[in-house]
Structure formats: C-alpha cells, structure tokens
Nanobody, 114 residues
C-alpha cells in the first residue's frame, strides 16, 4: 500500500490550498480515506473522512471550510481547504486502513501565515 500526498505550501490567512493523495496497492473504491494533521507539539488529529459511498465527516474546527472528495477512477482523494487560518498550520497526512492496519502517506506541510 502506498499513499502519496502533495499540495501543501505556504499561504496567507484567508487563502486556500488543495491537497491531493494518490493511493496504490489497495482496492481504492471500497476504502474509506482520511486526512489527518499534526501541528508542532500536538497529537495527530483526524480532520476529514470520506467513506466508500462518499459520505463525509469533519472535525468541528474545519466544518464549512474544508471539503474532502474522491475520484475512484484516478485513485485520488482530495482535501480542499478554504479560509485557512494559522491554527491550520500542520503536516497533513493521507491515511487508510487495510487488513486491520493503518497506512500513512508521507506528510505534506501546510503553513498559514497571519
């Protein structure tokens, strides 16, 4: 299983970024996919999930600002992040579970300046 995330960067508060994650080695269409983030000095937290039928869930702090989506044909999951604020600064990780194990992509850094 390989997860490759991209799309992070430096953005000013109020700006937008779109993260992308390509998955291989799994039957992508039947997998729930997740985005997590870890800010400096904090524990990793679940940000957004999308189920196999595209039902989505978000942590409260990003509701109304972030949108997770998937493209099964391309084996991609996306995280559209709007109205970013400095508290969103973190390393963002793509994640899924397969055969009872968690798999993580290499994180992508998102930095929001005030």
């Amino acid at each position: 299983v390989q997860l490759q995330a991209s799309g992070g960067g430096l953005v000013q508060a109020g700006g937008s970024l779109r993260l992308s994650c390509h998955a291989s080695g799994i039957n992508f269409g039947i997998k729930a996919m997740n985005w997590h983030r870890q800010a400096p000095g904090k524990e990793r937290e679940l940000v957004a999930t999308i189920s196999r039928d595209s039902t989505t869930n978000y942590t409260d702090s990003v509701k109304g600002r972030f949108a997770i989506s998937r493209d099964n044909a391309r084996r991609m999951v996306y995280l559209q992040m709007n109205n970013l604020n400095p508290e969103d600064t973190a390393v963002y990780y793509c994640n899924t579970q397969h055969w009872g194990r968690n798999f993580w992509g290499k994180g992508t850094q998102v930095t929001v300046s005030s």
